[in-house]
């Protein structure tokens, strides 16, 4: 059996659902909503490779090292974006949580802290993770500050990691949550959650 099996969280008018093929037409709009795929530290899908994002994802949910999930409006069914766990590791119970994207018009809102929400009690209390990750390019500084509001702690760099789209070479930040600070991250989501919204 899966250390991530299949699952649709919702909490507030977000539903996470398991990342199918039928959310094509909804992923390639979200994708539009703000030309996402222009951002070069970003793994958003141009318009034309929208299927293949899906089909890429579906393999490593078959290889078991990713679990991805369309992000919907509960009241209407509509793709805001997409997150998913990967690297995944059952032997030492580790996650990370990432390939994270929204349409434009959703940032900034409740919808990303709503998931991370998600994500993490579905980890932590559900799967019994012991560690949960993140990684972004190191001039994804957006990236990195929602993941450090988050309360995770920075690991450090991993220089000459990976291949951006536009063939540079990034270095790599590296995030982690242990499973004894959830509990204080936890209540800070929901207090940021419960927050009236300006």
Known sequence: MAFVGPVTLSARGITLVPLALEHETGLRAAAADGELWNIRVTSVPEPENTRKYIEDALSMREAGNRFAFAVTDQGTGKVLG????HDILPAVKRIEIGY????????????????????????FETLGCH?????????NFASQAAIERLGAKKDGVIRGHALRRDG???????????????PEVKAQLLHQLDKPRT
């Open 100 to 123: 994270t994207w929204y349409a434009k018009s959703v940032q900034r809102s409740h919808v990303n802290t709503t998931c991370k929400l998600m994500l993490l009690t579905h980890a």
């Open 168 to 182: 540079t070479i990034r270095d790599t930040v590296m995030y982690s949550l242990r499973s004894g600070e959830w």
């Open 82 to 85: 997409s997150s998913s766990y």
């Open 131 to 139: 560690v949960v990750g993140w990684r972004t390019d190191n001039f």
